[in-house]
């Protein structure tokens, strides 16, 4: 079967099988992107095959779009072959992966420099999708572990550009307009919540620490001391701190054998934005009354998170 391919629906109500469609529900606000091509994208993670389609001899089929760094710094940024958003297609956007090394292994496995390598690549494809006069938003996330939503083995980050921000990100951007008029800036605030029993790791550009605000059990954020907009204003040194903060986290990753995804965001239009990696490791699933009361039940709380995380670091 072709991998593009859909099996013909005859109550589908869209002419084109492989386009994204958004649908918003009125009442509550919520969006769903119904993508049908996603349907067959590989599952190495559930179904343990063998092939690897992001090896080097595979993605000889894919679009590279650039190359950064060298042997086991070595990643490539392809075109998502499973994308939901088109440049030519109803939903437009742009979809990236950056494949980290050569290896099938865990980013958890990855050493600090090979983690500063990833965000160096990172803001590099940042700077490209900031560019595009169509996308007025763009995520960069890694998932790792089944619970986590990966479907591929190999150590890879994505990044979506959207041509609409969404709906909770623009209200986030009108409270930190707000709160900018205070007398406490939201980057300062943020740092407050750093307190030494919730810090996992700290030095003169970045911080991590367990956040109390966390939906999910072991939840981190990491920031750079520097007030910064977005990803393409870190220094060489900057991304540096922030990769040996995200290393920090992973001898309890391994430890617990944690599925996690991390991640960061660009509103283009909002210049005032604090930007921050969100480390979300999937240790508690939400069950009936998360799902309708939207409120999470987080088992950990912050202190006792941040204990067991530099605790691992020591074993």
Known sequence: MNKYAVPACPTFPFA???????????????????????RYRPDTVSQHKVKDPLALKHLAQEKILAVYGKGKHRMLAI??????????????????????GTEVRPFSDFTAGQMASALDALRERSKIFRRDPTLKYMVVFKNEGKEAGASLLHPHSQIFGLCFVPERLRRLSRNLKTARHSHTSPHVRALTEATKDRIIYADKLAVAFADPYSRFAYGVRILPRRC?????????????????????????VRQ???????????????????FEIKFAPRANIWAGF??????????VPAECAAYEYRQARKT
């Open 228 to 252: 910064l907009d977005n990803i393409t204003q870190t220094t060489p040194a900057e991304r540096k701190s922030l990769a040996k903060a995200l290393y920090a986290l992973m001898p309890l």
């Open 290 to 299: 998360e799902l309708d009361a939207g409120i999470v039940i987080n088992p």
């Open 79 to 100: 075109e998502n072959a499973f994308p939901v958003f088109h440049s030519d297609r109803e939903l437009k956007g742009r979809q990236e992966m950056l494949v980290e």
């Open 16 to 38: 084109d099988p492989l386009s994204s469609h958004l649908f918003r529900d009125e009442l509550t606000g919520d969006i769903v992107i119904v993508a049908p091509g996603r």
């Open 256 to 274: 617990h054998e944690l599925s996690y995804n991390f991640h960061f965001h660009d509103v283009f239009s909002d210049e005032h934005e604090v």
